[in-house]
């Protein structure tokens, strides 16, 4: 560390102050929903939403769980999150493969077609989506989410490897040419594997936005059976029913797969970060 | 990308590659292209959903220039980019700039790295999800905020202050995307220059002007695009923390939309608005990115 001159030593002490002063509120909400996620309504009445719980009083958590089916949320997203961040991987190799390394003509189109999806406002599509899902049996499923996503997650995907795939050495893919092998073996053979570190980023980024996403899964998942984590949630918000510590429960059982993921993922996250900031 | 023909001379045609656009084009063709231009034909009709749409020209177009509730959305809108893009872009170069420059040199990187990490905790979160923990948090009877306080304010209750309430909690929600895409971009910055304007004695502040806000300009351009089409499009919060009320204190066009085709029935007019909003983030998006290509050619 820099030898530091003494004079500015009480600043330095206060700059750090200010920086962890605005990281306690920053993480003030996750505390206090924890803290209070634990309390019977009795006991949160009391002694209020600062007090340390005495003991764990799981009855919140578990009435909330049940109610809602919290297990069959979780596995819905899981599914359909899995699912889209899959193919929409796949797709985007494919898309890059043949504009990035094959620069198919009128490739400059397609990639401006492509960002300009994924910049459209969800609303301008989801009223005939969801009347053509009506028409062809898909509404209410989670086959239509999936699909949905699958091209949206995959348009952004495509903008994104084909620049990526665009430097692919293209010593290598000769020398493969030399040897005779066919464009679908030298796709998966050679450019799948050399690009996999980006592709890992990919698929990770289109598992979460998937996972976090809010309003189409609300329009297309109506049954209680094929809700999501978030849409479960925000639909149930501000119910009646529901009393201050399982509130506190419902936003505790929102924020611990995030985490979750947050925590396995961090290190390909933040090698990542600044590729999803196209976003 | 290397200029055509470059390297890429091979006896085969170039016609074989097309077929890996096909199952990506149907698809697209499916999901985006058509419903989109299906959503722009309803916007000129009158229809509720079901029987056939009525043609009526421009008359939603027309209608929606008239609509107060139209145009204070599009209000709430401008507050909400202050609160998504404009604030955090400011603050958090401000904390980046502090973390890079400060406390890392000063109290190691793993004290800057915690830091980071706890103020982009809550950008981890789905939207919906931060809506539901500040929907608690805030509630008027039993929320965390009036009782530990001791207060009685109806956070988003009161139309004069539930606009002011989401544009904190979408603060609070977004200042740490802004954080960590600077403090990545301010890696690449060659250290010397720092090193030097030390050496010159420049003072914290001088070196944040000079150096800092210079150095990262490209992603200061990313941050302010994406973060303006997140407020353009903001409809999770909105949804769960306040459904556009009270009154329409809170309206903004995504969820507005949303009402007129899932609640009233209006299905043109929802088109209608969608389609606005549609056009008005496509060129934000392409002025963001001329002024960022003039922005380079002026640098070289």
Same mark, same amino acid.
């Given at each position: 560390?820099?030898?530091?001159?003494?004079?500015?030593?009480?600043?330095?002490?206060?700059?750090?102050?200010?920086?962890?002063?605005?990281?306690?509120?920053?993480?003030?909400?996750?505390?206090?929903?924890?803290?209070?996620?634990?309390?019977?309504?009795?006991?949160?009445?009391?002694?209020?939403?600062?007090?340390?719980?005495?003991?764990?009083?799981?009855?919140?958590?578990?009435?909330?769980?049940?109610?809602?089916?919290?297990?069959?949320?979780?596995?819905?997203?899981?599914?359909?999150?899995?699912?889209?961040?899959?193919?929409?991987?796949?797709?985007?190799?494919?898309?890059?493969?043949?504009?990035?390394?094959?620069?198919?003509?009128?490739?400059?189109?397609?990639?401006?077609?492509?960002?300009?999806?994924?910049?459209?406002?969800?609303?301008?599509?989801?009223?005939?989506?969801?009347?053509?899902?009506?028409?062809?049996?898909?509404?209410?499923?989670?086959?239509?989410?999936?699909?949905?996503?699958?091209?949206?997650?995959?348009?952004?995907?495509?903008?994104?490897?084909?620049?990526?795939?665009?430097?692919?050495?293209?010593?290598?893919?000769?020398?493969?040419?030399?040897?005779?092998?066919?464009?679908?073996?030298?796709?998966?053979?050679?450019?799948?594997?050399?690009?996999?570190?980006?592709?890992?980023?990919?698929?990770?980024?289109?598992?979460?936005?998937?996972?976090?996403?809010?309003?189409?899964?609300?329009?297309?998942?109506?049954?209680?059976?094929?809700?999501?984590?978030?849409?479960?949630?925000?639909?149930?918000?501000?119910?009646?029913?529901?009393?201050?510590?399982?509130?506190?429960?419902?936003?505790?059982?929102?924020?611990?797969?995030?985490?979750?993921?947050?925590?396995?993922?961090?290190?390909?996250?933040?090698?990542?970060?600044?590729?999803?900031?196209?976003? | 990308?290397?200029?055509?023909?470059?390297?890429?001379?091979?006896?085969?045609?170039?016609?074989?590659?097309?077929?890996?656009?096909?199952?990506?084009?149907?698809?697209?063709?499916?999901?985006?292209?058509?419903?989109?231009?299906?959503?722009?034909?309803?916007?000129?009709?009158?229809?509720?959903?079901?029987?056939?749409?009525?043609?009526?020209?421009?008359?939603?177009?027309?209608?929606?220039?008239?609509?107060?509730?139209?145009?204070?959305?599009?209000?709430?809108?401008?507050?909400?980019?202050?609160?998504?893009?404009?604030?955090?872009?400011?603050?958090?170069?401000?904390?980046?700039?502090?973390?890079?420059?400060?406390?890392?040199?000063?109290?190691?990187?793993?004290?800057?790295?915690?830091?980071?990490?706890?103020?982009?905790?809550?950008?981890?979160?789905?939207?919906?999800?931060?809506?539901?923990?500040?929907?608690?948090?805030?509630?008027?009877?039993?929320?965390?905020?009036?009782?530990? !306080?001791?207060?009685? @304010? #109806?956070?988003?209750?009161?139309?004069? =202050? &539930?606009?002011?309430?989401?544009?904190? /909690?979408? +603060?609070?929600?977004?200042?740490?995307?802004?954080?960590?895409?600077?403090?990545?971009?301010?890696?690449?910055?060659?250290?010397?220059?720092?090193?030097?304007?030390?050496?010159?004695?420049?003072?914290?502040?001088?070196?944040?002007?000079?150096?800092?806000?210079?150095?990262?300009?490209?992603?200061?351009?990313?941050?302010?695009?994406?973060?303006?089409?997140?407020?353009?499009?903001?409809?999770?919060?909105?949804?769960?923390?306040?459904?556009?009320?009270?009154?329409?204190?809170?309206?903004?066009?995504?969820?507005?939309?949303?009402?007129? !085709?899932?609640?009233? @029935? #209006?299905?043109?007019?929802?088109?209608? =608005? &969608?389609?606005?909003?549609?056009?008005? /983030?496509? +060129?934000?998006?392409?002025?963001?990115?001329?002024?960022?290509?003039?922005?380079?050619?002026?640098?070289?």
């Amino acid at each position: 560390m820099t030898p530091d001159r003494t004079i500015r030593q009480p600043g330095r002490w206060a700059v750090l102050a200010a920086l962890v002063v605005l990281a306690v509120v920053m993480l003030f909400p996750f505390v206090i929903v924890t803290l209070n996620a634990f309390k019977s309504p009795a006991e949160y009445s009391s002694g209020g939403p600062l007090s340390l719980p005495h003991g764990l009083y799981l009855d919140g958590i578990v009435a909330f769980w049940n109610r809602v089916d919290f297990g069959l949320k979780l596995w819905n997203s899981l599914l359909i999150s899995g699912v889209v961040a899959v193919a929409a991987v796949v797709l985007s190799v494919l898309n890059a493969y043949a504009l990035g390394i094959g620069k198919v003509r009128g490739r400059l189109w397609i990639l401006v077609l492509f960002l300009v999806a994924n910049t459209l406002p969800q609303e301008a599509l989801v009223y005939p989506l969801y009347y053509l899902s009506k028409e062809v049996g898909l509404y209410d499923s989670k086959l239509a989410v999936i699909l949905i996503f699958t091209v949206i997650q995959a348009a952004f995907g495509t903008y994104l490897l084909s620049s990526v795939l665009g430097q692919f050495p293209r010593g290598i893919l000769e020398a493969a040419e030399i040897d005779g092998a066919s464009r679908s073996r030298m796709l998966w053979r050679i450019v799948v594997p050399i690009s996999r570190p980006t592709l890992s980023v990919l698929l990770i980024f289109f598992f979460i936005w998937t996972w976090n996403e809010f309003f189409l899964p609300m329009v297309f998942l109506i049954a209680n059976d094929n809700q999501t984590v978030p849409v479960a949630l925000g639909v149930l918000q501000g119910e009646k029913m529901m009393d201050a510590t399982m509130s506190s429960a419902s936003a505790l059982l929102g924020i611990i797969p995030a985490v979750a993921f947050f925590l396995i993922f961090q290190r390909t996250l933040t090698r990542g970060v600044t590729v999803g900031a196209i976003k | 990308m290397a200029p055509p023909g470059a390297g890429t001379a091979r006896p085969r045609g170039r016609g074989g590659y097309w077929l890996y656009l096909v199952p990506s084009l149907v698809l697209f063709l499916a999901i985006i292209v058509v419903p989109f231009l299906m959503n722009v034909a309803t916007s000129f009709t009158r229809w509720s959903g079901v029987g056939t749409p009525k043609w009526i020209g421009l008359d939603n177009y027309t209608k929606l220039f008239r609509d107060e509730r139209f145009w204070a959305s599009f209000q709430h809108n401008v507050a909400l980019i202050v609160a998504m893009a404009v604030v955090p872009t400011i603050i958090g170069l401000m904390l980046a700039a502090a973390l890079f420059d400060y406390i890392a040199k000063r109290f190691g990187g793993r004290t800057a790295s915690a830091l980071r990490a706890a103020f982009y905790l809550p950008q981890v979160l789905p939207v919906a999800v931060a809506g539901v923990v500040w929907g608690w948090m805030l509630h008027p009877s039993y929320g965390a905020v009036n009782q530990i !306080f001791g207060l009685e @304010v #109806n956070w988003l209750g009161d139309p004069d =202050i &539930a606009l002011a309430t989401v544009m904190a /909690i979408m +603060v609070w929600f977004q200042l740490g995307y802004p954080v960590v895409i600077f403090m990545a971009g301010l890696q690449r910055v060659d250290p010397s220059l720092y090193e030097a304007a030390e050496i010159d004695g420049a003072s914290w502040w001088r070196r944040f002007w000079h150096i800092t806000i210079p150095q990262i300009r490209p992603e200061i351009f990313v941050v302010l695009l994406t973060c303006t089409i997140a407020a353009l499009k903001v409809f999770g919060p909105i949804f769960v923390l306040t459904r556009g009320g009270p009154g329409s204190a809170t309206m903004v066009p995504s969820y507005f939309s949303y009402l007129n !085709f899932f609640q009233k @029935v #209006n299905v043109g007019y929802g088109s209608a =608005i &969608a389609t606005v909003l549609a056009l008005i /983030i496509v +060129v934000v998006t392409f002025l963001f990115l001329r002024v960022q290509e003039r922005d380079q050619e002026s640098e070289s």
